[in-house]
């Protein structure tokens, strides 16, 4: 799709100086002598007035006032979490939507008081997504007597802890005792920091937890080490070992939280919590015959390095094989991809077993290294006011905008405040089939290239081969133009309005709960403009 056209003011020759002065002289002296021949002085505008003329899905209307246009010119409207912002073009003159304007995230609310951020921070931690409508009236209580429960027994913890280091050999009657105490204390509570930390994860926990799992068990080991090279610089164990418990406590809570969803993957009936304890007992007599062993093991001296060595190998690769072995009817990202692109090639979607095989065990969720942004701001899928005015029209039906930044080289899908589960998925699928026609076309470039190449290759000097084989590299890394883009966008909305339903309907077939989608699509909406 060609970029929409913008109306330009059309540039009239300059006459000459005395030419001017007479029309203006005759001008003035008829208004004089006809004052009916005056044109009617528009009605005031007030700013809201205005304002209200500009704040409209697209920007205002083409035979807006020339001081209007002068205005800047409000492209959409953004909300994260009640919050909405203006992105406004930012140029001289009234061809503020030409190639190069710059775009401008405006707030629209006054900066909230220091208290309330505070309190915003510590809800993020301490509440789930949603709250209070993503959790049960009953859940309040039960967390108060939770906090009051952990409370008086970590206070109690610090009486137990001096009394065992007290028992192993510490003076009872020096400061000895109560310095060793302290100092495991904060071990302990570095690790219960690092715990709580990293508990803001919230739904990537349900997102993406079989990569969560694996980061785990990797904090894990890691924290492992930690307290092994305790042994080599004995006046650094408190610093490193408040590092391995934080590491340590990290991994322990990606285990607990992720525990739930893969144990509920093999129950049937209402018997998670049967399934939950059998597993759990299963984990811990192989834990104790482990101990077991190692303590046999270690009568004979061997290399701490080495059987260090051996053991995280032999953890971190049945750890590998525990999540990749987890079989999951849900479709978060990777698994959508994995699903898509099967698909795209082969026309169709792979089952269960293989879908959760073939899925990207290290692709976590922090990771910035991703083809496909769904759900991303305004601002990071656009930098050029006129790339959206010229896809605008292909979604006017469609609650979500797909674009290709070529700056980034990214994918993004933007959400639209009235989104569904399904247009989510929609908008999931509709970046993929674009990234695979943008692929394809990548390709078919290259291949002619190489064809090319090949052939000039046969007629020219050694000299004019290098040069040429500059040249095609150097090709071969541009990026598409931005008429390309928009074409294939338009070619990507034909393509997902003939296929989505059927892979849907595939999709459905092969067991995959596509009702229930855990892609992770991000908290940005575009507002309609009519609505502020």
Same mark, same amino acid.
């Given at each position: 799709?060609?970029?929409?056209?913008?109306?330009?003011?059309?540039?009239?020759?300059?006459?000459?100086?005395?030419?001017?002065?007479?029309? &203006? =002289?005759?001008?003035?002296?008829?208004?004089?002598?006809?004052?009916?021949?005056?044109?009617?002085?528009?009605?005031?505008?007030?700013?809201?007035?205005?304002?209200?003329?500009?704040?409209?899905?697209?920007?205002?209307?083409?035979?807006?006032?020339?001081?209007?246009?002068?205005?800047?010119? $409000?492209?959409?409207?953004?909300?994260?979490?009640?919050?909405?912002?203006? +992105?406004?073009?930012?140029?001289?003159?009234?061809?503020?939507?030409?190639?190069?304007?710059?775009?401008?995230?405006?707030?629209?609310?006054?900066?909230?008081?220091?208290?309330?951020?505070?309190?915003?921070?510590?809800?993020?931690?301490?509440?789930?997504?949603?709250?209070?409508?993503?959790?049960?009236?009953?859940?309040?209580?039960?967390?108060?007597?939770? =906090?009051?429960?952990?409370?008086?027994?970590?206070?109690?913890?610090?009486?137990?802890?001096?009394?065992?280091?007290?028992?192993?050999?510490?003076?009872?009657?020096?400061?000895?005792?109560?310095?060793?105490?302290?100092?495991?204390?904060?071990?302990?509570? =570095?690790?219960?920091?690092?715990?709580?930390?990293?508990?803001?994860?919230?739904?990537?926990?349900?997102? &993406?937890?079989?990569?969560?799992?694996?980061?785990?068990?990797?904090?894990?080991? *890691?924290?492992?080490?930690?307290? @092994?090279?305790?042994?080599? $610089?004995?006046?650094?164990?408190?610093?490193?070992?408040?590092?391995?418990?934080? !590491?340590?406590?990290?991994?322990?809570?990606?285990?607990?939280?992720?525990?739930?969803?893969?144990?509920?993957? +093999?129950?049937?009936?209402?018997?998670?919590?049967?399934?939950? #304890?059998?597993?759990?007992? $299963?984990?811990?007599?192989?834990?104790?015959?482990?101990?077991?062993?190692?303590?046999?093991?270690?009568?004979?001296?061997?290399?701490?390095?080495?059987?260090?060595?051996? *053991?995280?190998?032999?953890?971190? @690769?049945?750890?590998?094989?525990?999540?990749?072995?987890?079989?999951?009817?849900?479709?978060?990202?990777?698994?959508?991809?994995?699903?898509?692109?099967?698909?795209?090639?082969?026309?169709?979607?792979?089952? *269960?077993?293989?879908?959760? =095989?073939?899925?990207?065990?290290?692709?976590?969720?922090?990771?910035?290294?991703?083809?496909?942004?769904?759900?991303?701001?305004?601002?990071?899928?656009?930098?050029?006011?006129? #790339?959206? *005015?010229?896809?605008?029209?292909?979604?006017?039906?469609?609650?979500?905008?797909?674009?290709?930044?070529?700056?980034?080289?990214?994918?993004?899908?933007?959400?639209?405040?009235? #989104?569904?589960?399904?247009?989510?998925?929609?908008?999931?699928?509709? !970046?993929?089939?674009?990234?695979?026609?943008?692929?394809?076309?990548? $390709?078919?470039?290259?291949?002619?290239?190489?064809?090319?190449?090949?052939?000039?290759?046969?007629?020219?000097?050694?000299?004019?081969?290098?040069?040429?084989?500059?040249?095609?590299?150097?090709?071969?890394?541009?990026?598409?133009?931005?008429?390309?883009?928009?074409?294939?966008?338009?070619?990507?909305?034909?393509?997902?309005?003939?296929?989505?339903?059927?892979?849907?309907?595939?999709?459905?077939?092969?067991?995959?709960?596509?009702?229930?989608?855990?892609?992770?699509?991000?908290?940005?909406?575009?507002?309609?403009?009519?609505?502020?």
């Amino acid at each position: 799709m060609a970029p929409i056209p913008l109306k330009h003011s059309p540039a009239s020759a300059a006459p000459n100086e005395a030419r001017v002065i007479v029309r &203006d =002289a005759m001008r003035t002296a008829a208004l004089a002598s006809y004052p009916s021949l005056l044109p009617p002085s528009p009605p005031p505008v007030a700013p809201d007035q205005v304002v209200a003329e500009q704040v409209r899905f697209g920007g205002p209307a083409a035979d807006t006032h020339a001081t209007v246009e002068a205005q800047p010119r $409000v492209l959409c409207c953004e909300e994260i979490d009640g919050k909405r912002w203006n +992105y406004v073009v930012e140029a001289e003159g009234p061809r503020m939507s030409r190639r190069g304007s710059s775009l401008k995230a405006v707030s629209l609310q006054s900066p909230g008081a220091p208290i309330d951020e505070i309190f915003a921070f510590i809800r993020s931690y301490v509440v789930p997504e949603g709250f209070p409508d993503s959790v049960t009236p009953s859940y309040v209580p039960y967390m108060t007597w939770r =906090a009051l429960k952990h409370f008086f027994g970590g206070a109690m913890g610090v009486f137990t802890t001096r009394t065992l280091l007290t028992s192993v050999g510490a003076s009872k009657n020096s400061a000895t005792s109560g310095a060793v105490a302290i100092n495991w204390i904060l071990k302990d509570g =570095a690790g219960r920091v690092g715990k709580m930390l990293y508990s803001r994860q919230g739904k990537k926990f349900d997102y &993406d937890l079989k990569q969560l799992r694996f980061a785990g068990d990797l904090l894990l080991e *890691l924290g492992a080490g930690l307290e @092994l090279a305790t042994s080599t $610089v004995p006046h650094l164990f408190l610093p490193l070992a408040c590092m391995a418990n934080v !590491a340590k406590n990290v991994g322990t809570v990606t285990s607990t939280s992720t525990r739930t969803p893969i144990y509920k993957a +093999y129950a049937k009936g209402e018997n998670i919590g049967d399934v939950t #304890a059998k597993g759990e007992c $299963v984990g811990n007599i192989a834990d104790l015959l482990g101990t077991g062993l190692s303590i046999l093991v270690s009568k004979s001296n061997p290399s701490l390095v080495a059987s260090f060595a051996f *053991l995280s190998c032999g953890y971190l @690769l049945s750890s590998y094989q525990e999540v990749k072995s987890v079989v999951l009817h849900t479709m978060n990202r990777a698994r959508f991809a994995v699903a898509v692109n099967s698909f795209l090639k082969t026309g169709s979607v792979p089952s *269960l077993k293989e879908g959760n =095989a073939k899925e990207n065990i290290f692709s976590f969720p922090w990771s910035k290294q991703t083809s496909v942004v769904l759900g991303s701001r305004f601002g990071e899928a656009f930098q050029d006011p006129s #790339a959206f *005015l010229a896809i605008e029209s292909l979604f006017e039906k469609e609650r979500y905008i797909v674009t290709y930044n070529p700056s980034k080289g990214n994918i993004y899908a933007l959400l639209k405040d009235k #989104a569904k589960s399904d247009d989510i998925l929609k908008a999931a699928f509709h !970046a993929h089939v674009l990234l695979h026609l943008l692929n394809s076309s990548n $390709v078919k470039q290259s291949s002619r290239n190489l064809t090319h190449h090949s052939q000039s290759s046969m007629n020219n000097s050694l000299s004019n081969h290098s040069q040429s084989s500059l040249n095609i590299s150097l090709s071969n890394h541009l990026l598409p133009t931005a008429i390309d883009i928009e074409a294939q966008v338009a070619e990507s909305c034909k393509a997902v309005s003939c296929f989505y339903e059927d892979f849907k309907r595939k999709a459905a077939d092969e067991g995959w709960i596509m009702s229930e989608s855990l892609i992770n699509p991000g908290r940005a909406r575009l507002c309609a403009m009519d609505q502020h």
